[in-house]
């Protein structure tokens, strides 16, 4: 399915739409041309809960929280042990609009919350 970008991925400002695909239960990817990010459900790993703020909830048309998905980017290492996950900005998906952002979490407000996590911390809760 084809999403639109409300809000860019940081670093990646000139791509404005993405395809979604989803992988299994815990992964998805989206993609663009040569681009393409894998992501997880972050509810698969850890404890992960953050307010919106409502000028995303504007651009996504959030009616109801049920209306969306969040999912943060892992970088895969070939050595799963070695992956990472950005927790600190979360991509948020509005799959009934087919809209998406990405936005970066306030750092004092949400400090549990790394730009950088090892995997390794939560695979036990992929079991």
Known sequence: MKIKIVAPIFGFENIDE???????????K???????????DPSKLRMYSFDIPLYYKELLKIDKDKDIK??????I????????VNFAAPIIVNKKEKLLVQIALDG????????NE???EYLWNLQ
């Open 18 to 28: 993405v395809v979604f695909e989803e992988v299994d239960e815990f992964f998805v």
């Open 30 to 40: 989206i993609s663009s041309g040569d681009v393409s990010f894998t992501m997880i």
């Open 70 to 75: 969040v999912y943060n980017i892992i970088i």
């Open 77 to 84: 290492s070939s050595d799963i042990q070695k992956s990472t």
């Open 108 to 115: 004092v407000k949400y400090k549990e919350f790394g730009l």
């Open 118 to 120: 090892p995997i390794s």
